[in-house]
């Protein structure tokens, strides 16, 4: 039930992208007299249209009850990879974490925590948060419960996310990308900014779902 309502959703956002695909085609690019005088036309050449092809990986994503509320699927292109990610129900409103965490396990019965067991941030190059390879764009839950999200992203390969066995997690706070001034003062050492914690995982909270990012078709 929540796949087929889910495909729908894939299936929207695959028409708008073949729309803008089909303007861009039609020669929707404003007329040349419009230019302005002493001012170069800008070539545009970005092209994300790989969600008309097949996705590379993907990641069912289940709640704390092991109920599958949303997609993640990850599709190659020319530069990188595209995300898409739709929530049919299940997020609450707001902006959320949202990342690729370092192990494909989601437990939400484990020891430290729900999803604990998806470890944390997927961060080959031993960076701070928010430079981590599975560092994605927040999420944003609309008043329904509903999710939908498109993002290119060029920090991690096809490769890792078809063979890395990692976890995609979605949290129940905003992110803040360790965007802590020094004006800020930590309580715990007077240091100013950001504390190990936050340069960690950026204090988007607990848990709430959690999805193993597998090979498509799988
Ligand atoms: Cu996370």
New binding site residues.
């Given amino acids: 039930m929540i796949m087929k309502e889910d495909e729908t959703m894939f299936k929207k956002g695959k028409s708008l992208i073949a729309a803008a695909v089909l303007g861009a085609a039609a020669g929707c690019a404003p007329p040349e007299e419009e230019s302005m005088p002493g001012q170069e036309a800008e070539e545009v050449s970005s092209d994300h249209s790989a969600m008309q092809d097949s996705p590379i990986a993907e990641a069912g994503m289940v709640n704390t009850e092991e109920t599958e509320i949303g997609r993640v699927r990850f599709y190659e292109e020319k530069d990188g990879v595209l995300m898409q990610t739709s929530f049919e129900k299940g997020v609450p409103e707001g902006f959320h ?1 949202f ?1 690729i ?1 370092e192990t494909g396990l989601c437990e939400p019965n484990a020891a430290d925590g729900p999803f604990a067991t998806a470890g944390g ?1 997927f961060n080959p190059g031993g960076t701070s948060h928010s430079s981590h390879a599975g560092d994605m764009p927040s999420l944003f839950g609309m008043t329904d419960g509903s999710a939908y999200l498109v993002s290119a992203l060029d920090r991690i390969t096809p490769e890792q996310l078809v063979n890395g066995n990692l976890a995609v ?1 979605l ?1 129940d706070g905003p992110n803040n990308f360790a965007n802590i001034p020094d004006r800020y003062i930590q309580s715990e050492t007077g240091e100013p900014g950001p504390d190990e914690q936050t340069l960690m ?1 950026g204090d ?1 909270g607990s848990r709430i779902s959690c999805g193993v990012i597998k090979p498509a078709g799988a």
């Fill in positions: 974490g990342h965490h941030h997690i949290h995982t988007s």
